[in-house]
């Protein structure tokens, strides 16, 4: 399977401890996104990626929160010292900009609940 | 104000029923995407149009930009469309802004 891949599926951690997600993009897609899900929310726009740089960051995302992209592949996101407003689906998508394509392509997403 | 709205948030229906899910936004966009969330999270994309009207299968997507509307029909619906339906507007920076979604079931 090609498509968007995203590590774990689920995930229960403490409040106070520390996550990380990985999202596997599809291949030679240069858009990386990261979204949040609250339950009977629609997604929220968290950061996203055109290769390894980082090009925008949403105001949700407090200091507790870091993605990367270091080789413009993979991309982590990491959560510290979680809260359990933290719990939620986390989202990622890619895309290949490339003089207009813009479709999204969405993976399964990463449940997190903090208890 | 939500920049995206959506109606209506849930929808019954039986088997063979025409479905409409409208959406409408306030800011300008660059294009419109409709999207499909099944129980578990998992989303396909649909459609994704910046004017016009576009058609696969069962489902036809309309986007009307001067009254910043778009319309999402399924005809002769089934129980698999079951879902739920966002729709998402992409804005001059690339990232999507996202209603929250009309949940739809449809009854054999």
């Known amino acids: 399977d090609t498509g968007v891949s995203q590590d774990p599926r689920h995930k229960i951690t403490k409040r106070g401890q520390n996550v990380t997600f990985r999202c596997d993009p599809i291949?030679?897609?240069?858009?990386l996104y990261w979204y949040r899900q609250t339950l009977g929310q629609g997604p929220e726009f968290l950061t996203y990626?055109?290769?390894?740089?980082?090009?925008?960051k949403s105001r949700l995302l407090s200091d507790r929160f870091s993605a990367e992209r270091p080789k413009g592949s993979f991309s982590t996101l990491e959560i510290q010292r979680t809260e359990q407003g933290d719990s939620a689906m986390y989202l990622c998508?890619?895309?290949?900009?490339?003089?207009?394509?813009?479709?999204?392509?969405f993976g399964p997403g990463t449940r997190l609940t903090v208890t | 104000k939500n920049e995206v709205e959506q109606s209506p948030q849930n929808l019954t229906a039986q088997e063979g029923e025409f479905i409409t899910i409208n959406c409408s936004y306030s800011?300008?966009?660059?294009?419109l995407h409709w999207l499909q969330q099944h129980p578990g999270g998992g989303i396909v994309s649909l459609f994704m149009?910046?004017?016009g009207k576009k058609k696969h299968g069962r489902l036809i997507a309309t986007i009307n930009i001067q009254e910043k509307h778009s319309s999402l029909h399924i005809t002769a619906s089934h129980p698999r469309d079951s879902a739920v339906y966002i729709c998402?507007?992409?804005?001059?920076?690339?990232?999507?802004?996202f209603g929250t979604g009309t949940r739809l079931q449809v009854f054999p």
């Open positions: 800011v300008g966009i660059s294009a």
């Open positions: 998402a507007v992409r804005i001059n920076t690339d990232k999507l802004i």
């Open positions: 291949s030679e897609h240069n858009r």
């Open positions: 149009l910046s004017s």
């Open positions: 998508a890619s895309s290949l900009e490339r003089g207009g394509s813009y479709e999204q392509y």
């Open positions: 990626f055109q290769n390894e740089a980082q090009l925008e």
